[in-house]
């Protein structure tokens, strides 16, 4: 590295970036008060997360692996989760898409850093029927259904100006129309989970991890909790 790129990187603080040593929280995860049942645990976390002010507290970083093998991430919105798993939107022939395509497990993420807090969910990928995805199509706003129909995801394109083409040309096709339809490349996954694994920040790193397993179609009591070092 040059030095011109060292002394910028000094400037901007980076050092202090990385070289930080938070102490976490004194809260704690123990096997006397978490739910017996990860979602419930989950559905606990979350709406704690969202209380306490964790901006996008649904957003996850959503982990794939490429038909030719190599693993790719990305944040998408989690957009419904009950006894059947975790559900998000997103463009089916997208980079993810097609990743799950090819192979349909996924990691999801949440990173709860502000409250010293991160779930890691793995389960397998089943597509959302049509009148589910219909059903939440039906409720975005009017722009969000013009972009999500404009924008081929993940394909390259020249330039902005031939997005916003795109996004005026839609404009004009539905002018005075409310009714965008989806389009078929668009809808929801479900994630059927496996593995849910809850890490509480303690303090001096000595943290908690209380993982929940079940072997693939076990029963919804069929969970095993388990606690791993730090
Ligand atoms: C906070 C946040 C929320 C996002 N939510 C979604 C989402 O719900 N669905 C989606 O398709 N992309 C969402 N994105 C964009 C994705 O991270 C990603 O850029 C896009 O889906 C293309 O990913 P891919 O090329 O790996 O398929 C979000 C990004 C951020 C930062």
Redesign the pocket.
Known sequence: MSDAVDAERLDRGIEHALHRHSDYGAEVLDEEHVASDPLVQFDRWLAEADARGVY?AN?MV?A?VDPDGTP??????L?GVDDRGFV????RE??????LAAHPTATLLFPWYALHRQVIVTGDVDLVDDEESDAYWAGRPYGSRISASASR??QPIGSRAELEAAVAALEEQYAGVDEVGRPERWGGYRLRPWRVEFWQGRTSRLHDRLVFAREPGADAAGWRLERLQP
């Not at 998000?88 to 463009?91: G, K």
């Not at 997208?94 to 990743?99: D, E, F, M, W």
Request: overall charge positive; hydrophobic content about 25%.
């Open positions: 996008e957003a959503l794939t790719s991430s990305r944040t998408v919105l957009r998000f939107y997103t463009d997208s980079r993810k898409g097609r990743a995801q993940s």
